[in-house]
């Protein structure tokens, strides 16, 4: 009779992990559209292009502290950061709030701060911009990470 018992309570464990699993695939499914970001990311060099220069990234000196912005449509900033003081540079944008396509073709970035301000000897006029560029997606757990860089700054 214990074996009943124990095969009884074993098919009753079943059953109940088999009732609730597509609800957790359904909630996942949801959570996981819910949960995804787009970075755009770079390293900000202080040259003439904000690029590595010849010698290579090693050799070139970062623009450390540059504000960037992120413009979008008619010039509306959509967001502000700051390079940390290797010259890199993150943004994070919701996936909800922009179409990937109009991303791409209607926005730019743009370095505010004057390149003089790294390198005296720079032009202090005029300002470096990129379009952007995706180089692919980035999984996470269940996290959906969109990668865009800047094309190359002028």
Do not use: Y
């Not at 010698?55 to 000196?61: D, H, I, K, V």
């Not at 502290?65 to 700051?82: D, E, H, I, M």
Request: charged letters at 5%; proline letters at 4%; aromatic letters at 6%.
């Amino acid at each position: 009779m214990a074996s009943f018992k124990t095969l009884l309570f074993v098919s009753l464990l079943i059953f109940a992990a088999l009732a609730v699993i597509p609800m957790a695939e359904a909630q996942l499914g949801l959570i996981s559209g819910l949960l995804g970001l787009i970075r755009i990311q770079g390293t900000l060099f202080c040259t003439a292009n904000g690029a590595a220069g010849a010698g290579g990234a090693s050799l070139t000196p970062v623009f450390a502290n540059a504000t960037l912005q992120l413009l979008c449509g008619s010039g509306n900033v959509v967001s502000t950061v700051s390079t940390n003081g290797q010259g890199i540079f993150s943004i994070l944008l919701d996936p909800l709030h922009f179409l990937l396509s109009s991303l791409l073709s209607d926005c730019k970035l743009v370095v505010r701060t004057p390149l003089s301000v790294c390198n005296p000897t720079l032009s202090g006029t005029g300002l470096l911009t990129s379009a952007l560029q995706l180089i692919g997606n980035t999984i996470a757990g269940l996290l959906s990470i969109i990668n865009i860089i800047p094309v190359g700054f002028n």
